[in-house]
């Protein structure tokens, strides 16, 4: 199958050849990217500051502690703060990290089973995305109302999370117990868009789990399968999800100057694993790998696999994860299950 636009070709028609073009051609497919689909965001704060609210010593069977932190930093309109929750393994001086976007802010939740998390060694950090502004329209609340947005090209809510996540990681990399060069971004739906966004975005990021993402996240929009949710429907619904130029492609993805293998191309070399429920048709599922074979030339550029899979559709319990990226399909449906948290943190295990 051909996949367009294509991500080894510049916009100015030449090819990509080399590491050193595929650096330029990242930065071209995430400017693509924001002027299309999520928005440009500001760029990064000069310095954040933590604040440690609560220390809880033991949790999870005693194998970690749970810190609440509180993180600031300037914006134009003044200082901005949102909470998060970090696990620290107290067995091990130094751990890789898993930073959940979660829809919740509990470190216990039904998207994240923390204990197994400490249990298989890594460090787990989540916050909840409302913590950073509000899942709808309202651009004047939490982080949306610190800056000034362009309507069209400006940052959507997606952006905003993804941004704040990589905040977590300006300060998390700095903490001695956490092993900064092994960070891993997770988020489920919306947030597994926003997972992926950040990814493509921040090069820190060196695993991105991207669970049940769907349309304007791992699902490639111009091939569509019964009962798939659309650019149409997603903007409809979500408009504030992304900036207003998105809209511009309802009905027409052929027009598209992207697609979104482009958002997982961006994070080679690096790895990504996307995940998908048999039953979730609505996050097109088959796109979803498709976007995957579709990225993979960009790993093949840099002398590494992308996905190695077969181009049919996955089956129930099939796992493909020998490449930088993997793909898997679990029964059931949409939700962030313990099943696709096991598939992430072996792939992590054995690529570390
Ligand atoms: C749906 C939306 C999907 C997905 C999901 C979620 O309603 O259409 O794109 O993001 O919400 O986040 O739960």
């Known amino acids: 199958m051909e996949f367009y636009p294509d991500i080894l070709i510049f916009d100015n028609g030449k090819k990509v050849e080399s590491v050193e073009d595929w650096k330029k051609r990242r930065k071209e497919l995430i400017k693509i990217l924001a002027e299309n689909e999520y928005g440009f965001s500001p760029d990064a704060p000069e310095a954040v500051e933590a604040e440690i609210n609560k220390d809880n010593d033991s949790c999870c069977s005693g194998h970690a502690r749970i810190e609440h932190i509180t993180l600031s930093f300037d914006t134009p309109k003044g200082k901005f703060s949102f909470p998060f929750k970090l696990f620290v393994p107290t067995a091990r001086e130094k751990s890789p990290l898993i930073l959940l976007i979660n829809f919740r802010p509990d470190a216990y939740d039904k998207y994240c089973p923390s204990e197994e998390i400490i249990d298989n060694g890594f460090a787990l950090a989540s916050f909840c995305y409302m913590d950073v502004t509000s899942d709808d329209g309202d ?12 309507e069209r090209i400006g940052w959507g809510k997606i952006s905003m999370w993804a941004w704040a996540a ?9 903490r001695p117990e ?3 060069e092994n960070i891993s971004i997770a988020g489920h739906s919306r947030l597994g868009k926003t997972a992926l966004w950040c990814a493509a975005q921040d090069e820190r990021v060196k695993f991105a789990l991207v669970n049940g993402s769907g349309c304007g996240g791992a ?3 111009r091939v569509k399968h019964e009962g798939a949710e659309t650019v149409k429907a997603i903007v409809e619904k979500f408009p504030f999800w992304f900036c207003g130029k998105y809209a511009d492609y309802i009905d027409r993805a052929d027009e598209m100057p992207f697609d979104q293998h482009f958002a997982i191309a961006a994070c080679a070399p690096r790895y990504v694993c996307v995940g998908d429920a048999d039953k979730d048709k609505w996050a097109d599922q088959y796109s979803s790998q498709l976007s995957c074979i579709a990225a993979s030339p960009a790993w093949k550029v840099l002398g590494k696999e992308g996905l190695i899979a077969p181009e049919n559709p996955a089956k129930t319990g099939d796992c493909f994860g020998e490449g930088n990226v993997q793909y898997h399909l679990r029964d059931g449906v949409h939700y962030f299950g313990r099943t696709d948290w096991n598939y992430y943190m072996q792939f992590i295990k054995a690529k570390m």
Do not use: C, K, P
């Not at 990589?166 to 998390?172: G, M």
């Open 139 to 150: 651009f004047t609340n939490g982080l949306s109302g610190m800056f000034d947005r362009d």
């Open 166 to 174: 990589s905040r977590v990681i300006d300060y998390l990399s700095t």
């Open 178 to 180: 956490i092993d900064a």
């Open 219 to 221: 699902a490639y929009e």
